[in-house]
């Protein structure tokens, strides 16, 4: 029988790590019958992983556990499940017959759907997204099929007319033994900075190699029978390789490479480690400095799972006495029953001397998504610290302040000519700033002012048509006041730092009015009037800020009337440095107050999501940021020498080692 075949070939490790891949299929084919088979093989995670979905989620494969899963909305919401056996590869497969008959199978094992898909219905259907999805907002990449190496996808193919089940079960390869193969490092030690050569060379073996994969231990990824790749820092590194061949057999091998020379500038601490001190999992770090000196990290603690819709989220702190080096161990600092704890935004009161520690964060009876549709509501609160961190006050409801319950009777005003009736006041979501706050010095009428740069949704948006506004207090805590909106859609997570005229700059996660990712960072500029009411310029896309979709975190640095540090203005900035993925986490520094970014560097080549900045006591800058695809929180302590390249210093000493 002729048939017609789409197929895609994935053969570059890179390819679902970074991204998912859309594959064009046409809604004809479903029409005609059609059969899509593809081998796959899986990490394991706790989470679901979504591994092929139709573009308008017309229907879904994913694994859940140990099970591989087709559901489908189209079929009234079936869905057959088909047992995983064992680690490796496994083929796939999904039909459509002519007569609408929905049949998958795995490794050979079939299930046949009790609802047909009928022609008007595969009509509709089209494009197909392979890998690299959980949620619209593009997180949980730790879970996602393909990203960070938790998945690989092989030999994607659609055919028509439909396959049967006998020429599927034809797929499966024969029996054979895995591949056999060594592996080579040249040179097998050296000093730091090194190239190395890698090679596998094949010894024997029935089925040609399919795929070679490597793993240089840094968080770099490597792909070929030899590649180079070049060590700049002394330590100890597990390389791992990965073989398979075309019967989709697998062998793996590990070595150890130990180097000496250069040390690493860059030094890194756990902090909070998913699955320790009581806790499933940390996300959304903030830091700052206390005037004691102390670092204080904080971080959302959720008890059952990563899930932002955990049933159980504390906010917790540890602290560092010693710039980083060591941390404490785990205190809460504020949980509201009935509610989960989220999004703590501390800041410290170094202007007026008091040292006090005020954080905000937010409390949520529901999900975003449920919020944001109008079930549940969200509470923003505010805890205090007298003793630098070390207690805290119960928790307080700040709500009525900084937050707009939907009132039917209140007029819209003029920002909501684009809203229905009355919802200007219809607030849903509301979120402080995304990392620390700040406190603002550089003008009389505003010096001392607490200021969060906040996001929230109005009426019946989505959380990807969210607005920025600005709220502050201006006696360190006790009383609060909205300042104003940013007048555009789109504008997710924020982070605020003051400028050196007085004004201040946002720096937002960003997406189009209709939801889609901008892939760049939001930028706004505002001032405040002698009378310290904010007053918004224009929203501009950076275009060197590239940007997944995902919090950043933005920072003063020095201001140019302190001397001692050469009298340069500098703000730095660090988020996951690229279009699609939560990757190579970068921090950069500007000399201009954000137009142009003078220097980068990369932290973390591997995954990596939320962040946040803090200067340390000599000289040194810290992050604070979600590492790994296992997840967790990391502390990188890092010069100003290290990040420009030796090209500056702060204070005219230079810092080459990394740690004064």
Same mark, same amino acid.
């Not at 592996?183 to 010894?203: H, S």
């Not at 990290?297 to 049933?311: I, P, V, Y």
């Not at 019946?460 to 920025?468: A, H, L, V, Y």
């Not at 939560?582 to 003078?598: F, H, N, P, Q």
């Given at each position: ?43 394991a995670a706790e989470r679901r992983q979504v591994i092929v979905r139709e573009e308008s989620d017309a229907w879904t494969i994913a694994i859940e556990g140990s099970s591989l899963i087709f559901e489908s909305p189209a079929l009234d919401g079936e869905r057959l499940a088909l047992l995983i056996h064992g680690e490796g590869w496994h083929l796939a497969a999904l039909t459509r017959d002519l007569s609408g008959v929905v049949h998958f199978s795995l490794d050979g094992v079939h299930r046949t759907a ?15 997204? *392979? ?9 949980? +990449?730790?879970?996602? %099929? ?36 060594? /592996? ?11 190239? *190395? ?7 024997? @073996? ?12 840094? #968080? ?54 998913? #699955? ?49 080096? !060591? ?27 008091? @040292? ?24 923003? /609160? ?23 319950? $939907? ?19 219809? +607030? ?34 989505? &959380?990807?048509?969210?607005?920025? $506004? ?6 360190? @805590? ?7 909106? &940013? ?14 005229? @007085? ?7 960003? $997406? ?26 224009? !929203? ?9 979709? *995902? ?7 020095? +201001? ?5 540090? #050469? ?5 730095? %900035? ?12 970068? *921090? ?8 142009? +970014? ?29 590492? #790994? ?32």
């Amino acid at each position: 029988m002729s048939r017609t075949l789409i197929q895609r070939h994935l053969t570059d490790f890179e390819d679902l790590t970074h991204s998912s891949i859309a594959i064009e299929v046409g809604d004809a084919a479903w029409r005609d019958g059609l059969t899509l088979h593809f081998w796959f093989w899986a990490a394991a995670a706790e989470r679901r992983q979504v591994i092929v979905r139709e573009e308008s989620d017309a229907w879904t494969i994913a694994i859940e556990g140990s099970s591989l899963i087709f559901e489908s909305p189209a079929l009234d919401g079936e869905r057959l499940a088909l047992l995983i056996h064992g680690e490796g590869w496994h083929l796939a497969a999904l039909t459509r017959d002519l007569s609408g008959v929905v049949h998958f199978s795995l490794d050979g094992v079939h299930r046949t759907a009790a609802q047909r898909l009928s022609a008007e219905a595969a009509a509709r259907l089209g494009r197909l997204i *392979v890998g690299g999805h959980t949620d619209p907002a593009g997180g949980h +990449w730790d879970h996602s %099929f393909g990203r960070g190496g938790s998945g690989l996808i092989d030999d994607f193919r659609a055919v028509t007319p439909a396959l049967s089940e006998a020429e599927i079960a034809a797929l499966l390869p024969q029996p054979g033994d895995p591949p056999n193969f060594q /592996m080579d490092i040249d040179p097998p030690a050296g000093d730091a900075p090194l190239e *190395v050569r890698l090679t596998a060379a094949q010894r024997g @073996g029935n089925h040609a190699i399919a795929f070679i994969l490597w793993d240089f231990g840094d #968080g770099a990824h490597g792909s070929g029978e030899q590649t180079m790749h070049r060590y700049d820092y002394a330590g100890e590194y597990t390389v791992r390789l990965t073989v398979i061949n075309t019967a989709h057999r697998q062998s793996s091998a590990e070595a150890r490479l130990i180097l000496g020379g250069r040390a690493d500038p860059l030094h890194f601490a756990p902090v909070f480690i998913n #699955g320790t001190e009581g806790y499933a999992c940390y996300r959304i770090p903030s830091i700052v400095r206390a005037l004691n000196g102390d670092l204080l990290a904080f971080a959302e603690a959720r008890l059952e799972s990563c899930s932002d819709s955990t049933g159980t989220i504390r906010i917790v702190s540890k602290r560092s006495p010693d710039d980083g080096a !060591t941390w404490s161990p785990l205190q809460v600092v504020a949980a509201v029953k009935g509610f989960v704890a989220m999004n703590a935004a501390p800041v410290v009161d170094d202007v007026r001397g008091t @040292g006090r520690v005020v954080l905000v964060f937010r409390a949520a009876s529901h999900s975003e998504w449920d919020i944001a549709r109008g079930v549940g509501v969200s509470r923003a /609160m505010c805890v205090i610290s007298g003793d630098h961190g070390a207690t805290w006050s119960a928790p307080r409801d700040i709500t009525a302040q900084v937050h707009k319950p $939907y009132n039917p009777t209140c007029a819209a005003d003029t920002s909501a000519a684009a809203l229905p009736e009355n919802r200007a006041e219809d +607030w849903r979501i509301q979120i402080p700033s995304q990392g620390h706050a700040l406190q603002l010095r550089r003008r009389g009428a505003t010096r001392g002012r607490l200021f969060f740069a906040g996001s929230l949704t109005r009426g019946d948006r989505s &959380i990807f048509q969210s607005e920025n $506004y600005a709220f502050w207090s201006d006696d360190l @805590g006790e009383t609060w006041q909205i300042g104003g909106i &940013i007048p555009r859609l789109g504008l997710n997570e924020a982070i605020a730092a003051e400028l050196e005229d @007085g004004g201040v700059i946002f720096n937002t996660r960003a $997406y189009t009015p209709e939801g889609h990712k901008e892939g760049r960072r939001a930028i706004t500029r505002a001032d405040f009037d002698a009378t310290g009411a904010i007053q918004f310029g224009e !929203t501009i896309l950076d275009a060197t800020l590239i940007d997944p979709a *995902v919090q950043a975190t933005l920072l003063r640095c020095t +201001w140019s009337d302190q001397t001692a540090y #050469g009298g340069r203005s500098r703000l730095l %900035f660090a988020n996951p440095a690229h279009p699609t993925a939560r990757v190579r986490m970068t *921090v950069r520094l500007s000399y201009d107050e954000g137009r142009t +970014w003078a220097h980068s560097r990369v932290i973390d080549r591997g995954p990596s999501s939320y962040s946040d900045l803090v200067m340390i006591c000599a000289g040194q800058i810290g992050l604070l940021y979600e590492r #790994g695809n296992t997840g967790g929180i990391y502390f990188a302590r890092f010069s100003l020498d290290w990040l420009t390249g030796g090209a500056d210093t702060l204070g005219g000493q230079t810092e080459s080692d990394g740690t004064q």
